[in-house]
Nanobody
Framework: QVQLVESGGGLVQAGGSLRLSCAAS????????MGWFRQAPGREREFVAA????????YYADSEKGRFTISRDNAKNSVYLQMRNLKPEDTAVYYC???????????????????WGQGTQVTVSS
């Protein structure tokens, strides 16, 4: 099992940047593929980005391509989401998630990860 704790959220002006972090407990972190989701008020949770267990492959929702970058450091049991050129519509609670399969493919077919963090709030002011 893995436990996930997000950090790095906050208030930022439109056009600004934030870097979210997710620290994972447990062993064999590299055997988990990782992802980020977000949920805005009154909306369903939506997929943002994912990364394979090795870090070699990434996958993004179309709306975030070019602005968000997912990365991981397996030595630190951590995954990151670098967000640039933030917009007010990016305001949401951002969740880190893990799947116990390392492949990126599962994230491209309606991801349903088994492990979730508590979320971190990102607020983008106009």
């Amino acid at each position: 099992q893995v436990q996930l704790v997000e950090s790095g959220g906050g208030l930022v002006q439109a056009g600004g940047s934030l870097r979210l972090s997710c620290a994972a407990s447990g062993r064999l972190f590299s055997t988990y593929s990782m992802g980020w989701f977000r949920q805005a008020p009154g909306r369903e949770r939506e997929f943002v980005a994912a990364i394979s267990g090795s870090g070699a492959s990434t996958y993004y929702a179309d709306s975030e391509k070019g602005r968000f970058t997912i990365s991981r450091d397996n030595a630190k049991n951590s995954v990151y989401l670098q967000m640039r050129n933030l917009k007010p519509e990016d305001t949401a609670v951002y969740y880190c998630a893990a799947d116990d399969r390392p492949s990126i493919d599962i994230w491209t077919m309606g991801p349903n990860p088994g492990y979730w963090g508590q979320g971190t709030q990102v607020t983008v002011s106009s």
